[in-house]
C-alpha cells in the first residue's frame, strides 16, 4: 500500500487488465473525475469542522461563500460568525426570496418582521421590515448596514417600502415603546 496522494488508476491496474487496451483507456478517461475528487477532499474536510476553526479561516469561508462585510460586521461574536458561515449555503441557495431577507437580519441583528405589500396594504410587490431591538442602542449605520443587507438578499422585483426601528426600554412604570421610520 502506498500513502502517495497522486497514484493514478492506470498505475494500480491489475496486469491482466492493464494490458487491455480499452481498460486502459477507460482508465484514463475517468482519471479527471477521481483527480477533482481528490482535490475536493480537503475542503469537505474543512466545511465539516466549522465549529473549530479559527476566526481569519471563517472569514475566508465567508467570502468565499458571498458573505461580504455587512454581514460580517453585524455578527460580532465567534458563534454568530459560525453559524452565519453554516447559513451561507441556503442563504445563496434562496437568495432573492423573503426567507432569505429574515434569515440574513436574524442572523446579524436579532429579531425582526418582514411584511409584504398584501399584508399592510402598501404598493405591490412592495415589503417593509421592522427591526426589533430590545436591548442596547442601535446607530444610522448599522440602520443603513441592516439597508444593505436587504438590498443584497431581497426579490429584485420588490422595492424596499420601508424599514423601521422599534425599541422598548424597561422604566419603573412600565415599557415605553418608540418607532424610528425611514421612508425608502
Do not use: H
Not at 458561515?85 to 429574515?102: A, H, I, Y
Request: glycine share 4%; no cysteine.
Amino acid at each position: 500500500m502506498t500513502n502517495r496522494t497522486d497514484v493514478k488508476l492506470v498505475e494500480i491496474l491489475p496486469e491482466n487488465i492493464s494490458r487491455d487496451e480499452n481498460a486502459y483507456y477507460m482508465a484514463e478517461s475517468v482519471q479527471p473525475q477521481l483527480d477533482d475528487i481528490n482535490a475536493s477532499i480537503p475542503f469537505i474536510e474543512l466545511y465539516s469542522r466549522i465549529d473549530e476553526l479559527p476566526e481569519p479561516i471563517l472569514r475566508m469561508l465567508a467570502l468565499e461563500n458571498q458573505l461580504y462585510k455587512d454581514e460580517w460586521e453585524l455578527a460580532t461574536t465567534i458563534e454568530e460568525k459560525r453559524e452565519l458561515v453554516k447559513q451561507s449555503f441556503d442563504l445563496n441557495m434562496r437568495r432573492g426570496t423573503r426567507w432569505s431577507v429574515e434569515r440574513i437580519l436574524e442572523l446579524v441583528t436579532g429579531v425582526t418582521g418582514v411584511e409584504e405589500w398584501f399584508e399592510y396594504g402598501g404598493s405591490p410587490y412592495s415589503f417593509r421590515i421592522t427591526l426589533d431591538i430590545n436591548e442596547g442602542e442601535i446607530s444610522n449605520a448599522q440602520i443603513l448596514q441592516a439597508e444593505r443587507l436587504v438590498q443584497r438578499y431581497k426579490p429584485l422585483r420588490s422595492p424596499l417600502e420601508a424599514l423601521e426601528v422599534q425599541t422598548k426600554a424597561e422604566t419603573v412604570t412600565g415599557y415605553v415603546g418608540a418607532a424610528n421610520t425611514m421612508i425608502m
